[in-house]
């Protein structure tokens, strides 16, 4: 499967700031990444498609203005939790895929992120 | 949307043990995957599996398509398969269809 690396691991911030969230794709150029978002003994919620080169779709009830999704190049997906709130606290997790059918998908490490 | 479900919602058992995981979808799906998800959060692939049968070890999966369903079976269980065993799935053309996951199965092995 792909190799994905996902930044930081973990980050704590200070309510109202912003925190960014890196996605890499090691070993092939991905045109479609994904975002999730996992509350604590939850399951994974899909946030956002990010689509290179053009703006992100984002699920109902994801407010976009707050999650920014930035797909600049094929191989790096950014999420930024904009003003971060304690109830944005949760797992992040990027996921891509090979557009050729027979892969599966493939998921980044994961990112806590704790709002204090 | 497509609906995800998976059975048992928890399972306790004891080291050496079975256990049949479960996961039903509500349409058709070109894509199925059953994961790991160990302690740290981080989502380990265990089968890609739209279809058929396979078999990694102690673990073995098989989807009937047709009956949209798929069982995730674990032999010879060891404490080290603790964890929530989730199956997700995906619908549309090519592979770039959007990944939808069940609940999960919490899976604890006593030693």
């Known amino acids: 499967g792909a190799v994905v690396s996902q930044h930081p691991s973990w980050v704590i911030c200070k309510s109202g700031t912003s925190v960014k969230i890196e996605c890499r794709s090691l070993d092939f150029q991905a045109t479609t990444m994904f975002w999730y978002r996992q509350f604590p003994k939850q399951s994974l919620m899909l946030m956002a498609t990010?689509?290179?080169?053009?703006?992100?779709?984002?699920e109902q009830g994801v407010e976009k203005d707050k999650f920014l999704i930035n797909h600049a190049s094929l191989t790096l997906s950014t999420l930024t939790v904009t003003s971060a709130h304690p109830e944005d606290s949760s797992f992040y997790i990027c996921?891509?895929?090979?557009?050729?059918?027979?892969?599966?998908?493939?998921f980044g490490s994961g990112t806590r992120l704790t709002v204090v | 949307g497509i609906q995800v479900e998976q059975s048992p919602p928890d399972l306790i058992l004891q080291e050496g043990a079975n256990s049949t995981l479960r996961c039903n979808f509500s349409?058709?799906?070109?894509?199925l995957q059953w994961f790991h998800q160990n302690p740290w959060g981080q989502l380990i692939n265990l089968f890609y599996?739209?279809?058929g049968t396979k078999q990694n070890g102690r673990l073995s999966a098989t989807t009937v398509a047709t009956e949209r369903y798929s069982l995730l079976y674990i032999s010879s269980s060891q404490t080290t398969d603790s964890g929530v065993y989730f199956c997700a799935v995906a619908q549309g053309s090519g592979n770039t269809g959007k990944l939808i996951f069940g609940q999960g199965t919490t899976l604890q092995v006593k030693p």
């Open positions: 990010s689509n290179e080169g053009s703006k992100a779709t984002y």
């Open positions: 599996i739209p279809s």
């Open positions: 349409d058709s799906v070109n894509n």
């Open positions: 996921s891509l895929t090979r557009t050729t059918v027979g892969y599966g998908y493939t």
